[in-house]
């Protein structure tokens, strides 16, 4: 269970989920289960973050228990480039998948 969400918050994302494709959808889901934040990813795909930056930000608790504790070469680096390599993988896969239908869409607001 989550915290409850105010119902004009909940349209407003339902309606801003609804403007992409099924296909797209696939790819957020898999973008916001690799950064555990449908925040961060929304913030990812609409470029208003990086893949860099978001990363970072998905990995907070982490990068504080590495700099309290040490980094793990093996394991801390390679969970690192892993996360950097699917996020932006699966972005670049919302983009192609949303591609025509986001100017088509834009198109129909001129």
């Known amino acids: 269970m989550g915290p409850s ?8 994302l339902v309606s801003h989920l609804a403007s992409y494709n099924t296909w ?5 889901e898999f973008v916001a289960a ?3 934040s449908i925040v961060l990813t929304l913030g990812l795909i609409d470029l ?10 998905s990995r907070l608790e982490e990068e504080y228990q590495i700099q309290k504790w040490g980094n793990i070469e093996w394991a ?7 996360l950097r390599a699917r996020t932006a993988a ?3 896969f ?10 088509k869409h834009k198109l129909l607001k001129e």
């Open 5 to 12: 969400i105010p119902a004009k918050t909940r349209e407003v």
């Open 76 to 82: 801390h680096d390679y969970e690192l480039q892993e």
């Open 48 to 57: 208003r973050l990086t893949v860099e930056q978001a990363v970072l930000l």
């Open 90 to 92: 699966g972005t670049l």
């Open 34 to 36: 690799q950064l555990k």
């Open 24 to 28: 797209a959808l696939q790819g957020i």
């Open 94 to 103: 919302i983009h192609l998948c949303s591609e025509s239908s986001t100017v």
